[in-house]
Structures are given as C-alpha cells and as structure tokens.
Nanobody
Framework: QVQLVESGGGLVQSGGSLRLSCAAS????????MGWYRQAPGKQRELVAV???????AHTNAVKGRFTISRDNAKNTVYLQMNSLKPEDTAVYFC?????????WGQGTQVTVSS
C-alpha cells in the first residue's frame, strides 16, 4: 500500500520560512516524478514544484527563487523548503508521486501565512 505523508505545515508570518516533508512508503521516491501541489480556498489545485526521477527540479514562476524542492533517497522523503513566504502562499499543500505504475496523492498539510 502506497502512502505519502506530508508534515511541516503551520502558521507563519509573512517573510517567514517552513519546510514541508513528504515521507513515502510503498514506493521508492527516486523511481517516481515527485511533486508538490497546492490548493487555496475557492481555487484549483496548482503545481508548485516537481523533481524528476533523475533529480532534475522545476518550480512554478510564482515560487521561483523562494521555494526549493529536494529529495533524500536514503530517507525516501521529498521536501519543499519555502522561504520569504507571502499571504498568497496560503493553501493546503499536497505531495504527489507519478510514474508508469500509477499516481498517488498525500492527504495534504495546511500552510497559512499571515500578513
């Protein structure tokens, strides 16, 4: 059974930092394209960052220079380091894993940035 468990969300002031973690079980993260999505109230879920099985990372323009996705193969965990947080970053953040075997979602973790 595949599980993606996010943690690290919370309430932070504008300009602050958080690091989200996505601990995977039932899959090997380096065999998957791993991503972070977010969904704000009343908005569609959007891709924030992705790291391919080969380690290449990409970030959406809204977070470039502030967020960094990374992967620790030994811990089978993917991270999202979020710096210089803004109120518009407030959302539920979801971990996502996809390859030819299928796709999986985590349950999400709330990030709230106060102004």
């Amino acid at each position: 059974q595949v599980q993606l468990v996010e943690s690290g969300g919370g309430l932070v002031q504008s300009g602050g930092s958080l690091r989200l973690s996505c601990a995977a079980s039932g899959i090997i993260v380096s065999d998957y394209s791993m991503g972070w999505y977010r969904q704000a109230p009343g908005k569609q879920r959007e891709l924030v960052a992705v790291i391919g099985s080969g380690g290449t990372a990409a970030h959406t323009n809204a977070v470039k220079g502030r967020f960094t996705i990374s992967r620790d193969n030994a811990k089978n965990t993917v991270y999202l380091q979020m710096n210089s947080l803004k109120p518009e970053d407030t959302a539920v953040y979801f971990c996502y894993a996809e390859n030819y075997n299928g796709a999986h979602w985590g349950q999400g973790t709330q990030v709230t940035v106060s102004s």
